[in-house]
Nanobody, 117 residues
């Protein structure tokens, strides 16, 4: 059973920072594009940031300049560094591993990020 294990969520004040982590098995991580999605109450799940297996990244316009996605191949881990957090960043953040060629589309259980004073 494929597992994506997320960590790092929590409560932070506006303007603060958090770093999310997502770890999976090496066999998955080495060939997957990894992404972070989020879903706020009453809203659809949306892509926040993604990084391919070879490095190129993609960001939602709403987080460009504030969030940074990176991957550590030695640790089979993808990170989402979130700076200058805003109340509208409040959501459950989900990790995703995808490889369309192999029909791969795996999701973590999510980690809650709350930005509030």
């Amino acid at each position: 059973q494929v597992q994506l294990v997320e960590s790092g969520g929590g409560l932070v004040q506006p303007g603060g920072s958090l770093r999310l982590s997502c770890t999976t098995s090496g066999s998955i991580f080495s060939i997957a594009a990894m992404g972070w999605y989020r879903q706020a109450p009453g809203k659809q799940r949306e892509l926040v940031a993604a990084i391919t297996s070879v490095g190129p990244t993609n960001y939602a316009n709403s987080v460009k300049g504030r969030f940074t996605i990176s991957r550590d191949d030695a640790k089979n881990t993808v990170y989402l560094q979130m700076n200058s957090l805003k109340p509208e960043d409040t959501a459950v953040y989900y990790c995703n591993a995808e490889n369309q060629k192999y029909g791969m589309d795996y999701w973590g259980k999510g980690t809650l990020v709350t930005v509030s004073s």
